[in-house]
């Protein structure tokens, strides 16, 4: 199974974009295939809360994961701030 070299992260990650998926079905059924049909699901105007969650939700895992970091801010003057010890040792060795 594909589930067994997976992380735990990996795991919930891909259970969210599985339930953002449904989600995305249950609308295309909706709207494209038969708005009649009781598979599907209507855009209601509690929609925009569900879509900024699992925004939310994927980005928080993303940054979580490693996947995003944020930069940090330009040094205010334009001299580069001298290398911190650790950095230091990684460029001395070859």
């Known amino acids: ?36 049909s009781g598979l ?7 929609s925009h809360f569900e879509l900024l969650g699992f925004f939310a939700s994927v980005f928080g895992q993303m940054v979580y994961a490693g996947l995003l970091q944020r930069r940090p801010p330009p040094a205010a003057d334009s001299q580069k701030s001298p290398p911190s010890p650790a950095e230091s040792r990684l460029e001395a060795t070859p």
Do not use: N
């Open 1 to 36: 199974a594909v589930t067994a070299v997976l992380s735990g992260m990996h795991r919930k990650f891909l259970g969210g974009m599985r339930a953002g998926m449904i989600w995305a079905f249950a609308l295309l059924v909706h709207y494209v295939i038969d708005e009649h």
């Open 40 to 46: 599907g699901e209507r855009w209601t105007h509690s």
